[in-house]
Every structure is written in C-alpha cells, then in structure tokens.
C-alpha cells in the first residue's frame, strides 16, 4: 500500500473511530452525570489529569518513536530497514522498562498525596495508577505501529476498545459501583489496545519485533534521556496547554464550576479533534517525506496538509457557533451552558491553535524538538499566569483568554519563523494559501 492510500485509510477509519465515540460520549455524559453526580463527575475529570504528569516519566522515549521508526523506513532493502527498526525497538524497549519504575514511584506518591476533597475516589484513581504503570512499557508496540503508518488498523481498534470500555462502564455504574465502574471500563479498554496492538506487531512484523530487552549503560542511557527529556518538557507544555484550565477553574471557581464549563466546550472539543487527526495521521508520513526526497516536495506536502487542516477547522468553527447553545440545552440541560461569549473564545483559540499546529507538527517532522519544547514551555507557562489572573477577574471566560493570548505571543511566531529558516521560503509564502 502506499504512503498517500495508508493516510487516506488511517484519516477513513480515524473519522468513523470519531463518529462513534461522539454519538456514544453524547449518551454517556448526561447517564454519568445522573448516577454519580456533578460533583463525582467533575472530580473525575480533573483525577484523569493525573496519568499525564506520571507520562512525564518516560522523557519522550515513546513519543519520539513513530517519528524515528518512519524515518528508517525511509530507505534500504526489507533486511536493513527490519534490522534497523528491531534495533531501535530492543533499545527503547530497555529503557522504558527502567523508566516504569520511575512511574511506578511517581504512582504511588500521587496516590498518597490525593487532596481530602477527593477521598470518594481514592480507590479508582488508585486502580487506574496501578494499571497504567503495568501497560506503561507496552505501549511501546502501538507507538511503533504509528510510526509503520497503521493508523487504519489502530483506530478501528481504538473504536473496539471503546465500545467494550462502554459496555463495562454501564453495566457495573447501573449495578451501584460508581465511579469504581467507570474506572474499570476505562481499565477494560485500554487492556485490549495494549494486548492486540502486541499481537498484531508480532504476527504481521514479526522481523521487527523486538527478540529481547537491551539494557543501556549509563552513556546511551543518558543520551537518550538527554535527547528525550525535550520531549518531555514539550509533554509540560502540553499540559499546561490542555486540562489546566479544568483545575483552575475548579481551583478559584469551586468544582461546581467544572461540569458546566466542560459542557460548553464539549461540543467544540469534540469537533477540533477532526482536524487534528489530519495532521496526526499525516506525522510518520511528512518525515519520511523530509528524510528521503527534496525540500520542495516537503514544502508541497505541508501546504496541502495545512489548507486541509484549516478548511476542515472553519467548518467546525461554523457548527460550533451556530449549534452549541441548542446542543448543550438539548444534551445536559440548560442550565449547564455558560453563554455564547465562551463559545466564541473557544471558537477562536481553537482556530489559532490548529494554525499554529499545523507549523508544529511540521518542525518535529523536521527533527526541531529542542526548538518546539522550548516553545511549547513557553507558551504553557505563559498561559497558566494569564489564565489564572483573567479567571479571578473575568470567570470562566478568563481560563481560555489566558492561553489565546499565550499562543498568539509565543507559539505561532516563532513555529512559522523556524519552519520558514528551515524550508528556505519566507513567512508570508507559507501563509498564503
């Protein structure tokens, strides 16, 4: 199969995978949200926040992988490509399994140090943290099926898992477990991504497959933590990005605050994943493109990806603002919509931010991680101050004019200036279109 029919199956099945995990989310929050509460439920979406800091832990080792696996099947014979890669595998794969224990720790202190407030949910935070730290090292296998452009295969699975996750979930929350139900559908789930993504890498690329662990000493070690730390200080970035915005409206709001501004960005939420995917599935791709032909075709493919991307963006945009007062009336009640003002800053930040990604993701195909972490630190830092001042004077509207202004000051300057040095084509050439 080729590159261009493996992104348009991955971007088909990434879209069907979507689809169905909308419809289904649209009936699954207001069942959770009459069973366990707003205030369960809004706690519970902050606790899920948790499994990304102790993702910090692994330095960007699984993170870098589909880029670096991409690249090596850029050129050579099937003997050279599959030694390569089961190299690659063998080596990261010793050093994920040392850096679970760091996981592991990072587990436990998190468990024990859970505020007062959130003692209800000790238990399935404590079950989640136990299972993620045993899955960490194995999700080693469905990063590099990313990187070997299987994105068909992982959505599909990804759409699998959930339907079972879903089913678990219902089933023990009707029965009286709680959020100690919903913590085992998600447990259910991320089960059989991590057991058939290792079956399927096995069997369909068993010359790939990693035939033993090699423990690096302390120089390889420490290089590649070196190389991967700026991924994860680009991870810090990210979460800084995403999902603070929850805490710190729960933090000088009150958490029941939290529902109804997770409600008024569900919709918008939901449809800016689309275009995204785009671009996520077109990552493995662009760096084989950047590895083996000219600085032009690499040039031609990033205008096309970005005029894609942003066309599928305004489309949203549209939906968004003219639908989702009725959608949150008609979903959870109208009494969780905050107004039509926060959709309109969540419209626009979503629309600079898939801007500014769509440089993103083009400079880390390129290999610019330091260039991109240090940016998306930047950008998070600068978000989380503004936020948290535009909050205690503006309400809710204050969280998502904190990270607008943070992006349109850091990020989206200075990702269009490197992408421009790098390609040799001025700002206003990439712009254009």
């Not at 899955?135 to 699998?160: D, H, I, K, N, W």
């Not at 029965?175 to 447990?187: E, H, N, S, T």
């Not at 995204?276 to 990552?283: F, I, R, V």
Request: hydrophobic fraction near 50%.
């Amino acid at each position: 199969m080729s590159r261009a029919n493996r992104f348009l199956a991955g971007i088909t099945f990434g879209y069907l995978n979507q689809i169905v995990v909308l419809l289904g989310g649209l009936w699954l929050t207001p069942f959770l949200l009459h069973h366990l509460g707003q205030r369960d439920y809004g706690l519970w979406l902050v606790s899920l926040q948790v499994l990304t800091y102790l993702g910090l832990a692994e330095f960007g080792v699984v993170a870098l992988l589909p880029r670096d696996v991409a690249a090596l099947t850029g050129a050579g014979s099937e003997a050279e490509i599959a030694s390569r890669v089961r190299a690659l595998l063998e080596d990261s794969l010793g050093l994920v399994c040392i850096q679970t224990l760091l996981v592991a720790v990072g587990a436990l202190g998190a468990w024990f140090w859970l505020p007062a407030s959130w003692q209800p949910l000790r238990g399935p935070i404590g079950l989640i943290l136990a299972t993620y730290v045993c899955f960490f090292p194995l999700r080693l296998f469905q990063a590099t099926l990313e990187g070997l452009q299987r994105q068909a295969f992982l959505s599909s699975l990804a759409t699998v898992a959930w339907a079972i996750g879903l089913a678990v979930n219902v089933t023990l929350v009707l029965k009286g477990y709680g959020v100690m139900g919903v913590a085992v559908g998600w447990i259910c789930s991320q089960a059989v991504i991590v057991a058939t993504t290792c079956v399927f890498l096995a069997r369909t690329y068993w010359p790939l497959f990693p035939r033993r662990i090699r423990w690096p000493n302390w120089r390889s070690f420490g290089a590649k933590l070196g190389r991967g730390s700026w991924m994860s200080l680009q991870q810090v970035g990210q979460i800084l990005l995403n999902g603070v915005d929850l805490v710190i409206v729960g933090r000088i709001l009150g958490p029941a605050a939290i529902a109804p501004y997770a409600f008024t960005g569900k919709l918008n939420g939901i449809l800016s994943n689309q275009p995204s995917l785009l671009m996520q599935t077109a990552l493995p791709g662009l760096s084989q493109v950047r590895a083996k032909d000219s600085k032009r075709r690499a040039f031609d493919v990033m205008t096309a990806l970005n005029l894609g991307m942003l066309t599928v963006s305004g489309l949203c945009a549209c939906v968004v603002l003219g639908v989702n007062e009725y959608f949150v009336r008609a979903w959870v009640g109208a009494g969780q919509y905050v107004g039509f003002g926060l959709t309109l800053l969540m419209v626009v930040l979503t629309l600079t931010r898939h801007l500014n990604l769509t440089f993103l993701y083009t400079a880390f195909s390129f290999g610019y991680d330091r260039w991109m972490c240090a940016v998306s630190v930047v950008e998070g830092l600068v978000g989380v101050v503004l936020s948290f001042y535009f909050t205690r004077h503006w309400g809710v509207s204050g969280a998502v004019m904190g990270p607008l202004c943070a992006v349109c000051l850091t990020s989206l300057i200075s990702n269009a200036g490197i992408v421009s040095r790098d390609l040799g084509e001025p700002v206003y050439r990439l712009v254009l279109p």
